[in-house]
């Protein structure tokens, strides 16, 4: 089973739509969680970390749920420019584990 | 403030030969971990980097090794280079090894 899995996608969604990821993770003992976003053939860019009481940046908000191991990423009023793959990313004190990613294109 | 950097930006080699990877953290973080990301894949950890030893190991055979120098930059090194290995290596620092990570732009290598 992969530490990480996510749902590849993918999502095309139309420009001021919402649109909501998941993410699951295996390890109970996972320590810390990330969102990260990647652009084409460039490195992922830290997005936000992911708390357990739920965390606002702009559009963007980003739930941890540890009973039943899943973290979420929503995203308001989709803009042209948040097409890219987003990373779910959770450390369990030793490594950190990234998922396959999920990928977003916002279409006019 | 410079960000990490990672040197080459693209290599090209033939199976069996080998390849040094460079990179240098972020100002102020003593951490560096390696990843390989092959094509619609997520980054796979191979290594992590702290006090010049190496303190964490993903799941890669011992033809991937690295190292570490005073000043906290890394190298990756792979020998008997595999078609497989193609790929974009990912170098991120950190300032601890659990602490956000940041990457460079990486390195990507083709193996013909």
């Known amino acids: 089973r992969k530490e990480v899995e996510q749902d590849p996608g993918p999502f095309n969604v139309p420009e001021g739509a919402t649109v909501a990821f998941n993410c699951t993770y295996s390890?109970?003992?996972?320590?810390?969680f990330f969102w990260y976003r990647q652009d084409c053939r460039k490195e992922p860019k830290l997005l936000m970390s992911v708390y357990s009481s739920g965390n606002e940046d702009g559009r963007f908000t980003a739930q941890l749920n540890r009973a039943s191991q899943y973290i979420s990423l929503l995203i308001r009023d989709s803009k042209l420019s948040d097409s890219a793959t987003y990373l779910c990313v959770v450390n369990t004190g030793n490594q950190f584990y990234f998922g396959t990613g999920t990928s977003l294109t916002v279409i006019p | 403030d410079a960000g990490v950097t990672q040197s080459p930006t693209h290599l090209i080699k033939t199976r069996g030969q080998q390849v040094t990877l460079r990179c240098s953290p972020k100002s102020g973080h003593d951490t560096v971990s390696w990843y390989q990301q092959a094509l619609g894949q997520g980054p796979q950890f191979i290594f992590q980097?702290?006090?010049?030893?190496?303190?964490q190991r993903g799941n890669f055979p011992d033809r991937f090794s690295g190292h570490q120098f005073p000043n906290y930059s890394s190298e990756l090194n792979v020998n008997a280079l595999l078609l497989g290995d193609s790929a974009l290596y990912l170098c991120?620092?950190?300032?601890?090894?659990?602490?956000?990570?940041?990457f460079g732009p990486g390195t990507r290598l083709t193996v013909l």
């Open positions: 390890n109970s003992a996972s320590q810390s």
């Open positions: 980097y702290y006090e010049e030893e190496e303190r």
């Open positions: 991120a620092s950190s300032l601890a090894a659990a602490d956000t990570q940041y």
